[in-house]
């Protein structure tokens, strides 16, 4: 049982490319997240899923696509890769909301060039 | 608006010493907080959270912390550093009454000298 994967772990791309960011779940949590961690922002939400096709926007969902048509995949796509957009990038999930903590992928760092 | 503040980017103590890591947060209704603790090139870990009740609040590796809702902190603490608890550590905070999504600080890095 995995728990909570994340692939690929390392990625370069180039300006303009289209990318997407994998996670997976197998704990069949209702919620999950995507987040990324900058030098001096923290961790910032960038999308969030209550449930399977149920998607909302966090604090920073500019230039990033999801989608959730399955419990445990929440694809994240960058549909014009940005020098801005290189980061590392983190998905969690969570059984519900409210006060149940989350649980984090091992992340993806994505370089964009 | 929901925000969370951790006033040091470095602490440093040494091995066997009592650490502190400090958090204040800022929230519209009451609170959820929560520490997480992230390693190099792993993700977050969950380590205690406050929901409600006792201001004290026990969890992972002999890690506590305090709730104190008159200061609004949530401040991290261990009896006696160990070497292996040198990391990221990350306070993050939920209003009760709104969104599902976590606010969190900029990160404190810990490293305990041995």
């Known amino acids: 049982d995995a728990g909570i994967t994340q692939s690929p772990r390392y990625k370069i791309t180039e300006t303009g490319r289209q990318v997407t960011l994998m996670c997976h779940q197998t704990w069949s949590h209702s919620y999950m997240f995507w987040y990324r961690q900058d030098l001096g922002h923290g961790l910032r939400l960038i999308y969030y899923s209550a449930a399977a096709d149920i998607t909302d926007k966090g604090e920073v969902p500019d230039g990033y696509v999801v989608s959730r048509s399955k419990t445990e995949n929440f694809p994240l796509t960058l549909e014009s890769a940005t020098r801005s957009q290189t980061s590392v990038y983190f998905c969690?999930?969570?059984?519900?909301?409210?006060?149940?903590?989350?649980?984090f992928g091992p992340g993806t760092r994505l370089t964009v060039t | 608006a929901q925000s969370v503040a951790q006033p040091e980017d470095q602490v440093n103590v040494a091995e066997g010493n009592p650490l502190t890591v400090k958090c204040t947060y800022s929230v519209s209704g009451n609170p959820y907080l929560f520490w997480y603790v992230q390693y190099p090139n792993r993700g977050l870990q969950f380590l205690l959270k406050y929901i409600t009740g006792d201001n004290l609040v026990k969890g992972s590796y002999g890690f506590e912390a305090e709730f104190n809702k008159s200061q609004t902190s949530f401040h991290l603490k261990k009896p006696s550093a160990l070497v292996s608890d040198s990391a990221l550590y990350f306070c993050a905070v939920r209003d009760m009454a709104g969104a599902n999504n976590l606010f969190f600080g900029t990160g404190t890095r810990l490293t305990v000298i041995p």
């Open positions: 969690a999930s969570s059984p519900s909301g409210g006060p149940y903590e989350q649980y």
